[in-house]
């Protein structure tokens, strides 16, 4: 199966903008995790889509966003960027069918480097 | 709120040391316990899970890690570690919760050095 794919791989942008960043799951899996990567707060919980609805939500304000289309590919909003949303924004899906989670568990991306300027 | 905690953030070894890296997590119902590693340059890539059933779960590249309810502990071992060890490594645990099947809380990771 080809890997979670995440687009783009890097990207520069300047405090007050908004960005949007697009995740491409394995092939069958319907669900799609969000997760912020930072040497400060590591690896925390944004939101979980099952199709194409928002089943979890972690503790973020409201400038971070997301969806999901129906054929699983999502993308994360954010919105009036700020110097702290720099990070490693990394995507993982799952089956979300208990037998398929037992095999494969969550498989992630490589990762969407956001540097905010 | 659940939580993980990673014992130690940095662990410096030869080759050939053996290895253990602490994780304990705060939740006392059922859960799924993972451990993750990190590569550099490299994404996240799952070491081992577990589920249910023998508590003692083996996963790639001879890492093992024991599950040990009364102690909420998870700790990972490998007898004997080689330069290309050299990662950070993450303890993961979601919650078996209603409606929280996706969210993993992942530990603050442990960064580990093996000197040639």
Redesign the interface.
């Known amino acids: 199966k080809a890997g979670v794919t995440q687009t783009p791989r890097y990207l520069i942008k300047t405090r007050g903008q908004q960005v949007t960043l697009s995740c491409s799951p394995i092939s069958g899996h319907r669900s799609v995790s969000w997760y912020q990567q930072t040497p400060g707060q590591g690896l925390q919980f944004l939101f979980e889509y099952f199709s194409e609805t928002q089943r979890n939500k972690g503790n973020f304000p409201g400038r971070f966003s997301g969806r999901q289309f129906s054929n699983s590919r999502s993308e994360m909003n954010v919105s009036t960027l700020e110097l702290g949303d720099s990070a490693l924004y990394l995507c993982a899906s799952r089956s979300a069918s208990p037998g398929e989670i037992f095999f494969y568990g969550y498989t992630f991306g490589s990762g969407t480097r956001l540097t905010v300027v | 709120a659940q939580s993980v905690s990673q014992h130690n953030h940095h662990v410096i070894l030869s080759e050939a040391a053996s290895l253990e890296l602490g994780c304990n997590y705060s939740y006392g119902g059922t859960v799924?316990l993972?451990w993750?590693v990190q590569y550099p340059g490299?994404?996240?890539?799952?070491l081992l899970?577990y589920?249910s059933g023998d508590p003692l779960v083996k996963g790639i590249k001879g890492f093992e890690a024991e599950f040990i309810k009364s102690k909420f502990s998870f700790n990972l071992r490998k007898p004997s570690v080689q330069w290309s060890d050299t990662a950070e490594y993450?303890c993961?645990v979601n919650a078996l919760i209603y409606?929280?099947?996706?969210?993993?809380?992942?530990?603050?990771?442990t960064e580990l050095s093996v000197k040639p």
């Open positions: 799924n993972f993750y490299q994404h996240l890539q799952l899970k589920f993450f993961a409606n929280q099947g996706g969210k993993l809380i992942f530990g603050q990771g």
